[in-house]
Every structure is written in structure tokens, then in C-alpha cells.
């Protein structure tokens, strides 16, 4: 009896400790750090929530609930050995979810290069469009001929490192090109294709598989591929299955699967320029007709 009346006492003076009296003085500035705390915890769980880092973290957690338990009633034998190795628990976590902290830091730098993309001007909005319209074509051109294809659009993340596993082309980006690349009897047909600035910078790159379990089973390297390099930067993935034609989307870790060409073209105006086909052609109209890369503009105007 009198062991359990020292528990709760114990819990009744860690209660009056840590959460009554921090409440009795709170002020703004502690509201305006709880605010902060909550969402640099929630963004966090929600980065590593559907990557293989989530059974990780839990595991972390249930060891440290355990270390709690430990102290709380006094286990001495279990918790001096647990204690021993809490100064090292910082480093084990730097080197397990070492990944996990370099994608987290590389996507927080891509959000702020982001804002420089901030009222593009209309040049480089004519050519992504030029762009999305090659990369819709051939996406659907490929899923018509079940031709399985794997084409990375480069944003502020570099993929030097993947380009440097493949072929370097710095070819325009054309839809026979592409066809070509991924026709089935290529020696480049089973590798990625990375778009560089509208060009394609590489061909028959290796990328990271994924091992999130969220991905059907059905599915193979290809699509794993793409949700892989995904995860590892801001880069938008266009997955076509040699299977069934399939078309699909791999951005931020999350696969998006049967487009069609009018919905691939939408989505892919979405991620790459942040509004939809029509707001961006209304733009567009709004400058004038703008010479493209290729000088379709003038060609029209001469015709």
C-alpha cells in the first residue's frame, strides 16, 4: 500500500511540476513557442509517417515510455543500464535516421529556392509549358504501345548524383527522342530518363528503389524507382507500366496512378508551375504570343 501511495504521489508532483506550474505562468511568448513546437512535431511526423523511418521512431518511443517506467517505480537495476546509454541515444538517432535528416533539410532548402519561382517570368513559363505539352505526348504515346518508361522532371533539387549513373545526352526534349530511348529493345529502355531545364540532361540513370509498404505489391521496380527518387527530392516523376499501359505520378513520396492525357497535362501544370493549364495560357494571352524555343510563334504568324 504504502508503494502504491509513493507511485502516485510521485506521478502528483511530476504533474504539478511539468504542467501545472508552466501553465500558471504562461505568457504570449510561451503560447507563440507552444504554437511553433506543435507544428515543427507535426511536420515532422508527417514527413516520416509513410517511410520505412515510421517503425523506427516507434521503436524509439516505446523504449523511451520504457525508460520512463523505469524511473517511476524505482527499477534501479534496469534503469541505471538504460541510463548509461541515454547520453548516446542523440547519436543513435543522427546515424539511424541519417537519411531521413538529410531528405528533411535538402526538402526544407528546395521549399525556399521554391520562392524564388514567384511570379515566373514569361519566358520560362512558355517553355515549361513546352515542356508539360512533349512530356504529355509522349507519356501517352508510350501507354498506347504498353513501351514501360521512367521520366524524371528535375525542380530545385539537383540530380547530379543520378545523372552522373546514366548516359549524359543535354538533348532537346522531343517525343521521338523519348520513344526511342524507351523502346524495348534499347540498351537505355530499362534506366530513368532526367529533364533538365527542359532538355534532357540524362538517359539510362539509376535511381533509389523505395521501401515504403504503402506501394501495391503488383507493382515492380519501376514504380518503386520512382517513388524512391521522390522521396529524396522535389522532382516529379511520370511512371508509364509496360504491363498495361498505365500512366502514374510519383511527387513526394505519394504514387498517383491512372491519368489520362487530359489529366496528366493538368497535374503536371499543378507541380511544375503551381496553377492550372488554363490560368497559365490566359497568362500567356496576356503577354502576347511569346516566341518559344522552337519558333512555333513565328511559323504561325508567317502561315
Not at 9 to 36: E, M, N, Q
Not at 171 to 200: M, T, W, Y
Not at 244 to 252: K, L, Q
Request: with cysteine; charged share 20%.
Amino acid at each position: 500500500m504504502a508503494t502504491i501511495m509513493s507511485l502516485i504521489d510521485k506521478i502528483s508532483d511530476l504533474f504539478s511540476a511539468y504542467v501545472v506550474d508552466p501553465i500558471t505562468r504562461i505568457d504570449w511568448r510561451d503560447g507563440i513557442d507552444i504554437v511553433l513546437l506543435a507544428i515543427i512535431l507535426y511536420l515532422v511526423l508527417k514527413f516520416i509517417r509513410d517511410r520505412r523511418a515510421w517503425t523506427l521512431f516507434v521503436g524509439f518511443a516505446a523504449l523511451g515510455g520504457f525508460y520512463f517506467i523505469t524511473w517511476l517505480l524505482d527499477l534501479r537495476a534496469v534503469y541505471t543500464v538504460l541510463h548509461a546509454f541515454s547520453s548516446m541515444y542523440m547519436v543513435f538517432i543522427i546515424v539511424i535516421f541519417q537519411r531521413e535528416i538529410r531528405d528533411a533539410l535538402e526538402k526544407i532548402g528546395g521549399t525556399i529556392l521554391q520562392l524564388r519561382h514567384i511570379g515566373m517570368p514569361t519566358q520560362s513559363l512558355a517553355n515549361v509549358t513546352a515542356t508539360i505539352g512533349v512530356l504529355s505526348e509522349a507519356a501517352c504515346d508510350l501507354s498506347r504501345e504498353k513501351c514501360g518508361a521512367l521520366i524524371v522532371v528535375e525542380r530545385n533539387t539537383k540530380l547530379g548524383d543520378y545523372i552522373k549513373t546514366g548516359i549524359e545526352l543535354d538533348a532537346q526534349l522531343s517525343c521521338e527522342l523519348l520513344g526511342n530511348l524507351f523502346f524495348n529493345r534499347s540498351p537505355l529502355h530499362d534506366g530513368a530518363v532526367i529533364v533538365r531545364d527542359g532538355k534532357i540532361a540524362a538517359a539510362g540513370c539509376i535511381l533509389p528503389s523505395s521501401k515504403s509498404s504503402a506501394i501495391p505489391k503488383e507493382l515492380g521496380t519501376r514504380h518503386r524507382a520512382a517513388v524512391g527518387i521522390s522521396e529524396q527530392s522535389d522532382a516529379v516523376v511520370i511512371v508509364v507500366s509496360e504491363e498495361t499501359g498505365t500512366i502514374s505520378i510519383a511527387n513526394n513520396g505519394i504514387l498517383k496512378r491512372d491519368y489520362n492525357s487530359g489529366t496528366l497535362k493538368d497535374d503536371l501544370f499543378l507541380l511544375l508551375t503551381g496553377s492550372t493549364a488554363t490560368d497559365n495560357e490566359r497568362i500567356l494571352k496576356s503577354f502576347g504570343k511569346p516566341e518559344d524555343s522552337s519558333g512555333n510563334a513565328d511559323a504561325q504568324e508567317n502561315e
